[in-house]
């Protein structure tokens, strides 16, 4: 069975700071990992996705990689705003159909 | 395009009571899905279809009934309500599967007493 680990839990930085998050999943036979973002009381909002071929995907002041063979992934947040104060949720899709999920790291960004 | 839509966003449910939650998503998505999520866990998969008339049973299906007579549509019914389907539950939809990003709903926070 897929187990998705996010540590820590929680993270707390000053603004500027650059934020680092941490996935590691046991199996490697995925075929694709998602980063979400969630606000308190919200729905979850895609951010990256990476298939399992790629290394690493870029957007804006996000950028997330992706290491199969160790099982692990990162996603790094350049420059991190009060703005990006959210619980990050990191999701591996096991075949066509499911998505197992980490149960996510709560960032504060301390302005 | 209002994206993926639940309805309603707050329930609270006694004990034994039935109740459906509606999800509706307006992209033309083959792919639909409810997850359920609780404290200090991840979302976890209820169940799935992949077509209007298809659908299957994810990781916790019991107690729980779906059907999917629209592409647009996917309710969620329970049942008989049980203090431990206490959640927040998410629809959620992509184009199609394996590659495509997965739309989530804003989410339905259901109470059972």
């Known amino acids: 069975k897929q187990e998705v680990t996010q540590i820590p839990a929680a993270l707390s930085v000053p603004e500027g700071e650059n934020l680092v998050l941490n996935c590691s999943f046991t199996?490697?036979?995925?075929?694709?990992l998602q980063w979400f973002r969630q606000d308190p009381g919200k729905g979850l909002t895609s951010l990256l996705l990476?298939?399992?071929?790629?290394r690493e995907q870029t957007s804006g002041r996000l950028n997330a990689s992706l290491d199969k063979s160790s099982g692990r992934s990162t996603l790094y947040i350049a420059a991190s705003q009060p703005g990006d104060s959210a619980t990050y949720l990191c999701?591996?899709?096991?075949?066509?159909?499911?998505?197992?999920f980490g149960a996510g790291t709560t960032v504060t960004v301390r302005a | 395009n209002a994206g993926v839509t639940q309805t309603p966003k707050f329930q609270v449910l006694k004990t034994g009571q039935s109740m459906t939650l509606q999800c509706a998503q307006d992209?033309?998505?083959?792919?639909m899905s409810w997850y359920r999520q609780d404290p200090g866990m991840g979302l976890r998969l209820i169940h799935y279809?992949?077509?209007?008339?298809?659908?299957d049973q994810g990781e916790v299906p019991n107690g729980y009934n779906v059907s999917r007579s629209t592409t647009e549509d996917f309710p969620l019914r329970l049942l008989s309500a049980a203090p431990s389907q206490t959640s927040v539950y998410f629809c959620?939809?992509?184009?199609?599967?394996?590659?495509?990003?997965?739309?989530f709903g804003p989410g339905t926070r259901l109470t059972v007493l």
């Open positions: 959620a939809s992509s184009y199609s599967t394996g590659a495509d990003t997965q739309y």
């Open positions: 199996d490697s036979a995925i075929y694709n």
């Open positions: 990476i298939q399992s071929s790629q």
């Open positions: 999701a591996v899709r096991l075949d066509d159909y499911k998505l197992s």
């Open positions: 992209m033309n998505h083959e792919y």
């Open positions: 279809s992949v077509g209007a008339g298809i659908t």
